[in-house]
């Protein structure tokens, strides 16, 4: 309804229709501010504005069930040169044949079973002597092989070797050897071939050592004067040797051996017949 006053208008506001609507107020609200378009700006993520959860910091990855993390020993310290493989290769080389073969072999087997188990040099060392050693033994079984077939081989053809202090009268010797030391002679039947034949044997006087040019001057007349029976035609040809003590058998032996020795070969009968 509109009137006019002696002091001016005024507008009265109509009742609305919608008892929940609110009346308006003589200011509005302030628009909220915008900012402008930047193309080149973060553009937000659907669902950014959606409510997130919130999670912690995340934790360590645990091993998985049953897994037992495996134990690393500490390596052991690099230790020296075994001492077996040492004496195995020394003895091997010095220790002769017997000795030094049983050693080598010996030591170098045990020098090789530590070295598997311990962190230790010297396997070529031990290698070497077992080597080493393996091949002096064969070497020796086959010298003792042959020494033992000769000897079987001589026995089988009558030849028996006797020292040359226990040769006697009428041993027939199937070689003689002139050198100046003499242990032993290969002893044979007279009727098989042979190139000397011992004709007198006797003993020189105790005492001191005379030295050796009187034993050769009393051992040439002996056994001259002892072959002047057998001095026939048919050994006329033959040498006079004889065997006498040395200064250092004087003191045990002081027997001298009388032989004589076909310069044209070998006989199959004795002078004394």
């Not at 507008?11 to 628009?31: E, G, L, R």
């Not at 040769?167 to 044979?188: A, N, W």
Request: glycine share 10%; with cysteine.
């Amino acid at each position: 309804m509109n009137g006019t006053g002696h002091y001016g208008s005024f507008v009265h506001n109509q009742v609305p229709s919608d008892p929940f609507q609110q009346p308006a107020t003589p200011y509005a609200a302030p628009a909220p501010h915008v900012p402008p378009y930047d193309p080149f700006a973060p553009q937000p993520y659907p669902g950014d504005d959606l409510p997130h959860e919130q999670y912690g910091p995340p934790s360590g990855y645990g091993p998985p069930p049953g897994y037992v993390p495996p134990e690393f020993a500490p390596y052991p310290a690099q230790a020296g040169t075994n001492g077996f493989a040492i004496v195995s290769l020394v003895a091997s080389i010095c220790g002769g044949l017997v000795v030094g073969t049983l050693l080598g072999m010996g030591f170098g087997i045990a020098a090789l079973v530590q070295i598997k188990r311990r962190p230790q040099k010297g396997r070529g060392m031990a290698i070497a002597g077992v080597v080493i050693s393996s091949l002096t033994l064969v070497v020796t079984i086959a010298i003792v092989t042959t020494l033992i077939v000769d000897e079987s081989r001589d026995r089988a053809a009558g030849i028996t070797d006797v020292e040359a202090t226990a040769l006697k009268r009428g041993d027939c010797i199937r070689e003689f050897d002139e050198s100046t030391t003499v242990y032993d002679m290969p002893v044979v039947p007279c009727t098989q071939p042979h190139a000397a034949e011992v004709y007198h044997v006797f003993t020189l006087p105790s005492g001191p050592f005379p030295g050796e040019p009187a034993i050769e001057e009393e051992s040439d007349d002996e056994c001259g004067v002892a072959f002047e029976p057998y001095d026939t035609p048919q050994n006329e040809e033959l040498d006079i040797y004889y065997l006498h003590p040395q200064r250092s058998t004087w003191s045990r032996d002081r027997g001298v051996t009388c032989i004589v020795v076909d310069p044209k070969g070998t006989r199959t009968t004795s002078i004394l017949n």
